[in-house]
């Protein structure tokens, strides 16, 4: 069936370098896509959201690109700080369907 | 304002019982979802709820089922408990009216199956 996946499991940078994680989805018809960050012994939390209808979004230190026509999702992480340590989720969702989890990456900082 | 609750946060039960799990979503969110998180599979989705009615379905056997109330809170059982139910169990409320709406998870109940 259609699955949400991501590229590497693990992921380590240097503090105060930039992160890139990436995510694949295969359903076409998602349009909505959120990434989610989670440390240890808490829920997800949310990050950033992007909708099909656009290729880029910024937040605060955060950037999501969609290309829609690899199907491949990405989140960049500015001046990665070690408090950023966590595993980063990519989540897609059609319509009023419910929203479906990549498998994660977990993301370490190096001082 | 407050986020999402869900209580308890850890329970231990044994083979062949059941379990019940709350979450009280966010006031004035409609719909709640239900996940479970095992280290091997990641997050997997159980079911939502929107208006106390069962509006997606995941791939998980009868065995698991939920409801939610008239106030939005919900709750899901789990019944003839099996070792591999062991996990994190997570609900995320949202205001659920449009496909775009952000989904606010609560710290999740811990179930221990021994």
């Known amino acids: 069936g259609e699955s949400v996946g991501l590229h590497l499991p693990t992921l380590s940078v240097q503090e105060g370098d930039n992160s890139i994680i990436n995510c694949a989805y295969s359903n076409s018809a998602s349009d909505y896509f959120i990434w989610y960050k989670q440390e240890s012994g808490k829920g997800p939390q949310f990050i950033i959201d992007?909708?099909?209808?656009?290729d880029k979004r910024q937040g605060q230190r955060v950037t999501v690109l969609l290309n829609k026509t690899v199907k491949h999702l990405s989140l960049q992480i500015a001046a990665t700080q070690p408090g950023d340590s966590a595993v980063y989720f990519c989540?897609?969702?059609?319509?009023?369907?419910?929203?479906?989890f990549g498998a994660g990456t977990r993301l370490t900082v190096k001082p | 304002k407050a986020g999402v609750t869900q209580t308890p946060r850890y329970l231990i039960k044994t083979r062949g019982q059941q379990v019940t799990l709350s979450c009280s979503p966010i006031s004035g969110h409609r719909s709640v979802s239900w996940y479970q998180q095992t280290p091997g599979q990641g997050l997997q989705f159980l079911f939502e709820?929107?208006?106390?009615?069962?509006?997606n379905k995941g791939n998980f056997p009868g065995r698991f089922s939920g409801r939610q109330f008239s106030n939005s809170r919900s709750e899901m059982n789990v019944s003839t408990l099996e070792l591999g139910d062991s996990a994190l169990y997570l609900c995320?409320?949202?205001?659920?009216?449009?496909?775009?709406?952000?989904?606010?998870f609560g710290s999740g109940t811990r179930l221990t199956v021994v």
């Open positions: 989540a897609e969702k059609s319509g009023n369907n419910d929203m479906r």
């Open positions: 709820y929107f208006s106390e009615t069962q509006r």
């Open positions: 995320a409320s949202s205001i659920g009216q449009t496909r775009g709406d952000g989904y606010t």
């Open positions: 992007i909708r099909s209808n656009m």
